[in-house]
């Protein structure tokens, strides 16, 4: 039926850290079921979702049929669109019996990003707690949104059953409760869905690092202290190496073999399918056959060759020459999950100050390594970490401190149980996301952004946040006031949109381009990481792929003005030479 999921429960899940594999692990399977004769929904709970792409369809909020695979049916749930149904859900019973005002004051505060988050995983829960969505189908398979999300999602019937239970004031910033009260009983059969293993397999998905090993093994272990016990374990993209005499190819290797000898033993439990690395992109749906078939991985052509002109691309060195310039303002790199942005910011916060220069290195991903990335800290460096738990209380503390302050008992009590909404955590990382930005004016601060979805979740987050303040009486802090502003001054702000040399990467960097766009934000550069394309390699499947490259960095050199290529390398950065064929 499917190889990589070889005793299928009707609910199956895919997650893992961001750029892992797990649209193209779940689309084959989805596939491959299909194929066998099953029903399938294929579903994507991912804010900045590709299924389109990989698929080669486009889909909607409705199930639609994916051409050429009978059987299968797939949907995005888009979390603006859930978010609109949402508030119209909440507003509409008491349209024209409240006055105007109070309908607008709700329909305000149902406009921020915890209501978007929440209003999707409400679509998601009606796909996975109503039995008669679902009968029509004999799997759905649900394509995640990277982990630090996933887990928020699995978390929530719980946080907001137990909240729903215990506030009695009957409003949150979400609006009525009343309107979240009629879905307890959809909340719990949803968590009843994923806790039972008869009917659910939770699938992990995982590349053969250390990272992505260890990011799996902290989701395991949430897992399980979820109540979710049936995982399976797939561990994508294992590379040997074909000709022993090409370096690169034996470190490559040699690096995944020992970070799969030291696979920490929750996860080496587990049950598991390996997946080699293969020499072409993992879209379309003979690509989707040749990973997901039950015989077993079948290899398609590789690419042809395309000439790539090395001199349509700008220096390394040129790019942090340029990021230094001024000696203060803030860096962010952008992008998919999984693109590297964590390591391509630790390193040029470490080349920024080996410049002498006073650098701040942060991350606001809540599954990031930040510090591991860095290696040897010169000096002038400082790293830190948004950490969500203590933001969140030290936010706690502020509100009650200022807002909190004047109130009586009962106000205060309600004000408590208002702050104990699970939203209340996502607005206290952003407020630290903006005071991080605001330590720009005096040094430059490099930003590890979480993936795309959440990203776009806190720059969409300013002026809902702005209300949000002033619906719970607090004291706007000046950071917050001044966040839009300083992301939209391209003297003060650097965005750089990171990609790999890859077509759903760069698609999805090239939509986040648009959307930051319409907010008045422009991209400082593009950066290609982890290409081959510069770099001599004599082993077959790496040459493949470096031949496969070239659609994708033609395509980009062809819109953007700025571009760095960041090559692969185990050890130190190769040198991108000026022009000229590739060894």
């Not at 797939?74 to 409240?98: F, Q």
């Not at 008669?132 to 759905?140: K, M, P, Q, V, Y």
């Not at 990973?291 to 052509?301: E, F, P």
């Not at 930040?370 to 010169?378: C, D, M, Q, S, T």
Request: net charge negative; aromatic share 4%; glycine share 8%.
């Amino acid at each position: 039926m499917s190889r990589l999921v070889p005793h299928p429960t009707p609910i199956l899940f895919f997650t893992g850290k961001g750029g892992v594999g797990k649209t193209s692990t779940a689309c084959a399977t989805a596939t491959a079921l299909a194929d066998a004769g099953r029903r399938v929904l294929l579903v994507s709970t991912d804010p900045a979702s590709n299924l389109d792409e990989v698929l080669g369809v486009a889909l909607s909020g409705a199930p639609l049929p994916v051409p050429g695979v009978p059987g299968l049916s797939a949907l995005n749930i888009d979390p603006e669109a859930a978010a609109a149904a949402y508030r119209e859900r909440m507003v509409a019973p008491v349209r024209g019996l409240l006055p105007e005002a109070v309908v607008a004051s709700m329909e305000e505060q149902l406009s921020g990003a915890c209501t978007t988050e929440i209003a999707a995983f409400d679509a998601f829960s009606s796909l996975l707690g109503d039995p008669a969505r679902n009968a029509a189908f004999d799997h759905l398979v649900f394509d995640t949104a990277p982990t630090g999300h996933t887990l928020r999602l699995l978390e929530l019937p719980s946080a907001w059953s137990s909240f729903i239970e215990s506030n009695v004031g009957g409003t949150s910033c979400l609006g009525p409760l009343s309107g979240l009260a009629a879905q307890k009983t959809l909340y719990e059969a949803s968590r009843a869905a994923l806790q039972d293993g008869g009917r659910t397999t939770l699938v992990l998905v995982a590349r053969p690092d250390r990272p992505s090993l260890q990011e799996a093994e902290r989701t395991r272990v949430e897992l399980a202290q979820l109540g979710i016990q049936n995982v399976h374990l797939i561990l994508n993209g294992l590379f040997r190496a074909a000709d022993p005499a090409d370096p690169l190819a034996r470190a490559l290797e040699a690096r995944g073999r020992e970070a799969a000898d030291d696979m920490p033993q929750g996860l080496r439990s587990l049950p598991r399918t390996e997946v080699p690395l293969l020499p072409y992109g993992l879209v379309g749906l003979a690509a989707l056959r040749s990973l997901g078939g039950a015989d077993g991985v079948t290899r398609l052509a590789s690419p042809a060759d395309l000439e790539v002109d090395l001199s349509r691309f700008e220096p390394w060195d040129a790019l942090v020459d340029d990021l230094a310039a001024g000696g203060r303002g803030v860096v962010m790199t952008l992008g998919k999950g999984g693109v590297g942005k964590t390591t391509l910011a630790a390193r040029i916060a470490r080349e920024l100050a080996l410049r002498g220069l006073p650098v701040t290195l942060t991350t606001t991903d809540p599954a990031a390594h930040v510090a591991a990335a860095v290696g040897e800290r010169p000096t002038g460096l400082h790293v830190t970490r948004i950490d969500p738990q203590q933001v969140l209380e030290d936010y706690r503390a502020q509100v009650l401190a200022t807002a909190g302050r004047e109130l009586d008992a009962e106000g205060r009590a309600l004000l408590e149980e208002d702050l104990r909404s699970p939203c209340t955590e996502e607005i206290a990382v952003f407020r630290a996301f903006a005071e991080t930005v605001a330590q720009g004016q005096d040094r430059i601060v490099v930003i590890d952004t979480a993936p795309t979805g959440h990203t776009l979740l806190l720059l969409d987050a300013a002026e809902a946040y702005h209300r949000e303040v002033l619906r719970t009486a607090s004291d706007l802090p000046e950071a917050v006031r001044g966040l839009l502003p300083r992301l939209r001054e391209p003297g003060f702000t650097r965005m750089l949109l990171v990609t790999l040399p890859e077509a759903t990467p760069l698609h999805e960097a090239m939509a986040l381009e648009q959307d930051l766009a319409r907010a008045g934000i422009h991209p400082f550069a593009w950066v290609v990481n982890q290409c081959l394309t510069p770099v001599p390699v004599t082993d077959p499947l790496l040459q493949a792929r470096r031949r496969l490259e070239g659609r994708y960095l033609n395509e980009l050199a062809d819109h953007a003005a700025r571009v760095t290529l960041n090559p692969l390398s185990i050890a130190m950065p190769v040198p991108i030479p000026a022009s000229g064929a590739l060894p």
